[in-house]
């Protein structure tokens, strides 16, 4: 079983740039394919992007597309989320994610383990 810890959110204006990590312990990391959701208040939990076992498959929500980045780093057990040019409708608690499946899953139920979230608030 992975656990899973999240970093990097806060308070930013709307064009700036925010770095998300997700530390992964517990388990093989290289084995999980990762992902980055966010929720806003009152809203279901969103795909953002994932990105597959050993990274060269990525895949990003159209909302995101161009903006956001994901990586990972098999030898330090950690997956990061790039964001840029950020926008109001940005905000939200992002939450990074492990999944036993292949390539790049994009549906909340195929992931089995989840961190605690980190806020990111974006000011106009």
């Known amino acids: 079983q992975v656990q899973l810890v999240e970093s990097g959110g806060g308070l930013v204006q709307a064009g700036d740039s925010l770095r998300l990590s997700c530390a992964a312990s517990?388990?093989?990391?290289?084995?999980?394919?990762m992902g980055w959701f966010r929720q806003a208040p009152g809203n279901d939990r969103q795909f953002v992007a994932a990105i597959s076992w050993s990274g060269p498959s990525t895949r990003y929500a159209d909302s995101v597309k161009g903006r956001f980045t994901i990586s990972r780093d098999n030898a330090k057990n950690t997956v990061t989320l790039q964001i840029n040019s950020l926008r109001p409708e940005d905000t939200a608690v992002y939450y990074c994610?492990?999944?036993?499946?292949?390539?790049?899953?994009?549906?909340?139920?195929?992931?089995?383990?989840w961190g605690q979230g980190t806020q990111v608030t974006v000011s106009s």
């Open positions: 994610a492990a999944s036993h499946l292949a390539g790049v899953p994009s549906l909340s139920y195929m992931y089995a383990y």
């Open positions: 517990g388990g093989t990391f290289s084995r999980y394919s």
